[in-house]
T-cell receptor, first 112, second 116 residues
C-alpha cells in the first residue's frame, strides 16, 4: 500500500522554464514532508522540506507547496537547469518517527 | 567529513543463498536506517537502529534482518534469497536521536544486489 504517490514517472522541461513535480499522500498523520534528489550511482540527497504547519517553503530556486486538505504537495524549480536532471523522490513522516515513506520517484530531464 | 559508506557496492548471488551488507555511518551519527529501492516501489523502509537497538521495522519478511554495533556500524542480512530481492539497498544515517526533522537523513551510495 503506497502511502506516498508520485504519479508522473518522468518529466521533461526546457532549460530556464519551471519544473513542477507533484506528490500525493494518503496518511493524514503525516506532518513532515521532504524532497530528495538522486543522481545515478549516488544515494539520495536532501533537497528541501516542509512542516505541516506551513503551506510553503522556499530555498533559492526550489519551493515546496503543501495543500493539507488535498493531501498534495509539489516541488517547483525555477529556473530549471540541466544540472537539475535527476530522479526526485517525495517523502513523508509522522512526528517523532524515525522512518520515511517514499514515493516511487519522478525522473526530471532538463533540456538545454 | 566522510559520508555514509556501504560495502560491497555490487554483488551477485543465486537463489537460496544469503547475503550480508555493511554500512558505516557518518562519524557521530548513531541512527542507521536501511531502505530497499526497486523500480516499481521506490524506496521502502526496512529497519532503523539506534544505539544497537532496532527501534522500527518495515513490512518485510523475517528473512531480512539487521544489527548495529557499538561503533554505530550496521549490517543487514538477507537469507534464502529470492529473485525479487534484487534491488539497491540504501543505508542512511542521522545525528538525531528521535524523529526525522529537517531532512537529516544522509544516504550512502547503496549496495546493488542481483539475485540470479
Amino acid at each position: 500500500d503506497q502511502q506516498v504517490k508520485q504519479n508522473s514517472p518522468s518529466l521533461s522541461v526546457q532549460e530556464g522554464r519551471i519544473s513542477i513535480l507533484n506528490c500525493d499522500y494518503t496518511n493524514s498523520m503525516f506532518d513532515y514532508f521532504l524532497w530528495y534528489k538522486k543522481y545515478p550511482a549516488e544515494g539520495p540527497t536532501f533537497l528541501i522540506s516542509i512542516s505541516s504547519i506551513k503551506d510553503k517553503n522556499e530555498d533559492g530556486r526550489f519551493t515546496v507547496f503543501l495543500n493539507k486538505s488535498a493531501k498534495h504537495l509539489s516541488l517547483h524549480i525555477v529556473p530549471s537547469q540541466p544540472g537539475d536532471s535527476a530522479v526526485y523522490f517525495c517523502a513523508a513522516s509522522e512526528t517523532g518517527a524515525n522512518n520515511l515513506f517514499f514515493g516511487t520517484g519522478t525522473r526530471l530531464t532538463v533540456i538545454p | 567529513k566522510a559520508g555514509v559508506t556501504q560495502t560491497p557496492r555490487y554483488l551477485i548471488k543465486t537463489r537460496g543463498q544469503q547475503v550480508t551488507l555493511s554500512c558505516s555511518p557518518i562519524s557521530g551519527h548513531r541512527s542507521v536506517s536501511w531502505y530497499q529501492q526497486t523500480p516499481g516501489q521506490g524506496l521502502q523502509f526496512l529497519f532503523e537502529y539506534f544505539s544497537e537497538t532496532q527501534r522500527n521495522k518495515g513490512n518485510f519478511p523475517g528473512r531480512f534482518s539487521g544489527r548495529q554495533f557499538s561503533n554505530s556500524r550496521s549490517e543487514m542480512n538477507v537469507s534464502t534469497l529470492e529473485l525479487g530481492d534484487s534491488a539497491l539497498y540504501l543505508c542512511a544515517s542521522s545525528r538525531r536521536s528521535q524523529g526525522i526533522g529537517t531532512g537529516e537523513l544522509f544516504f550512502g551510495e547503496g549496495s546493488r544486489l542481483t539475485v540470479l
